[in-house]
Structure formats: C-alpha cells, structure tokens
C-alpha cells in the first residue's frame, strides 16, 4: 500500500481514525464477486511458482557438497524430514508423508512470509477460504490412512483408548469423535487464519494509526505517532517470528494428527 | 462510550491462553536449563502445548470479528 491509500484511509469519512477492519482484506484485482481474481489469488499462485522454480533451481546440480542455495533447500527439506516427520511419526513409515509436510509446510511458509515481504505484503492465509484448503487435505489424510488400515468399525472402536471401565466409554467416544472429526480441523484452519489475520490487521492500525497521528498536526500527536510507527516496525518484525511459527505448528499438527492414525495403539 | 463489546470478550478469552502459554514456556524454560540436551525432544512438546492452548484465543479473535455486527 502507498502512503496516499494509507493516508486516505486513515481520514475516510470525513474526520476521526478509521480503525482497519476485516473489509481491508478483500482486494479484487480483476472482475468482481465470487469469481473475482483477488489479491491473495495472485500471491497464492505466485508464491506456488517461486516454489516450484526454486526447489528446481536448487537441486539441479546436487553435489555432495552442497552450494549455497542447495544448502538452504537441505536446510529446510531437512529439517522438516528429521525435525518433523521423524521425530513425530516414527522412523518406520514417515518417509512415505515427508513429501506432504514438506509441500504443506514450504506452501504456508512463503505464502505468510509474503505477508511481510514489501512489494507483496499480503498474507494469503488470512482469507480464511486458503487455510480451510490446506487442512482439508489434512483431514481427508489421516481418516484415510487411519480407515484403510484398520478398516471402519476399529478405527471408530480405536476412539476409546482402551482399559477404561465400561460405563465412563460413551461419553469419551462423544467427545473423541468431536475431538477427531470438529475440533481438530477447526483449530487447524483458524490457529493458522486467525495468526496471518490479526498479525496483519495490526500491523495496518499500527501503520495507519502513526500514520494519521503523524499528519494530524501539533507536536505531541506527531511525536506519538512516530513512536507507533516504529513500533509498527517492530510488531513487523515479530510477524516474521509467528510467521514462521505459524508453518512449524501447522506442519507439526498434521504430522501429530498423520502418527496418530498410522499407530498401532492408540 | 461506544464500541463494540465483542472486542471485550476476546480480552477475556485471551486471558486464559495467555497464562496457559506462559506456564508452557516456563516448564520448557525450566526443562532445558536443568538439561540443556533434551532441548530437541522438548521443543515440539512445548510448541505443540503452545498450539493447543492458544486455540481458544483463536476462536476469540475469530468469534469477535464474527459477532461484530
């Protein structure tokens, strides 16, 4: 965003700050209503192509010692493989879900990483449509392993840990089967919205709001809208931080959620 | 005063989490210092109690904008 479409929101309305509010995210480039080409769209199909050509680029010419850019694709491939799959699945069969984590989490990566990368400044996963993708491969994975290897009766049976007394099993299959089929979808899109979302929204009342202290005359709103202003700078900043938080745990999740499907216990 | 009162519950729903993820942090804070090499076996534990326990701030947030009206 300019700084005339940060000023002109600031003043919208006539007098008074507008406070961003959930209305700043839809930003369709081209048509209009539910087909239109949007922002996020745009990022989304770009950071899948940036994606594609540098995972390419980089291992091209593999050598047995790495060059720079190989370097940070074994750094990341890396440590998604040892520090997430295997650690949380299971040296026996977590190599056939690598490729799944890997995507799932460079996908989320540089798509929230595009939320503070200045031409761009767009986080894709705060429309809350592209999260809700992402976990419904999720979901669809870990039933589907977890049926097709032990069939439908005992993957419903395997809600209940076993060794409870018998009267106290209904209500835990209640609440496993809430827990399994609502609550952990549910909390996987929305941790991963609602961080990109309320990152980003505050950034913009940061921004905008030092912004309109700035040009609002005087001398102690101007001072104290370069203070926000530099702290805008510095919530940027741990943006990053959660950013990249946000693609670990996600990440971290569907594996959690994979090894408790693949397990023989439950 | 004016304003909306969907912003007052999510200063409630995020004060449980907040305490929540502060103990976390604390216990792997406490966990590494007494054996700095466990740190890579705590460190998914702790994230994942951190993603776990932030889930209600989540739903705050997301309910706040949703009943905003």
Redesign the interface.
């Known amino acids: 965003m300019s700084l005339n479409v940060l000023g002109s929101l600031a003043t919208a309305d006539g007098g008074g700050f507008q406070a961003p509010t959930?209305g700043e995210f839809y930003q369709p480039l081209l048509f209009d209503g539910p087909f239109a080409i949007t922002r996020p769209a745009v990022v989304l199909l770009l950071s899948v192509g940036l994606i594609a050509w540098w995972l390419i680029a980089s291992t091209k010419e593999a050598a047995i010692v790495p060059g720079k850019r190989q370097w940070v694709t074994e750094g990341a491939y890396g440590f998604v493989r040892n520090?997430?799959a295997r650690?949380?699945i299971g040296s026996k069969d977590f190599l056939r879900f690598v490729p799944l984590l890997f995507s799932m989490f460079m996908l989320i990566l540089v798509n929230n990483l595009f939320g503070v990368i200045p031409p761009i400044q767009y986080p894709t996963m705060s429309r809350v449509g592209i999260p809700v993708a992402l976990t419904l491969v999720v979901y669809v994975t870990y039933h589907y392993i977890g049926i097709k290897r032990v069939g439908l009766r005992a993957y419903f049976k395997n809600l209940v840990p076993p060794g409870l007394p018998g009267w106290i099993k209904p209500s835990i299959f209640v609440l496993e089967v809430i827990t399994f089929f609502v609550t952990r979808p549910l909390?996987l899109a929305?941790?991963l919205?609602?961080?990109m979302?309320?990152g980003h929204i505050l950034i913009v009342l940061f921004i905008t709001g030092g912004w309109y202290m700035l040009t609002s005359g005087g001398i102690l709103l101007p001072a104290a809208g370069a203070v926000t202003w530099i702290f805008g700078f510095v919530m940027t900043l741990f943006e990053l931080l959660v950013e990249f938080?946000q693609a670990?745990?996600f990440t971290?999740?569907t594996a959690?959620y994979i090894a408790g499907a693949v397990a023989d216990e439950h | 005063m004016t304003g909306n009162i969907a912003i007052l519950g999510y200063g409630l729903s995020a004060i449980g989490p907040g305490i929540g993820v502060g103990l976390i942090f604390a216990a792997y804070i406490n966990g590494v210092a007494r054996q700095p090499e466990a740190r890579?076996m705590l460190q998914?534990i702790a994230?994942?109690g951190?993603?776990?326990t932030?889930?209600l701030?989540?739903?705050g947030?997301?309910l706040a904008?949703v009943f905003?009206g």
């Open positions: 959930a520090g997430i650690d949380i909390t929305l941790r919205f609602g961080n979302f309320a938080l670990y745990v971290l999740l959690l | 890579g998914p994230f994942l951190m993603a776990i932030e889930a701030a989540i739903f947030i997301a904008f905003r």
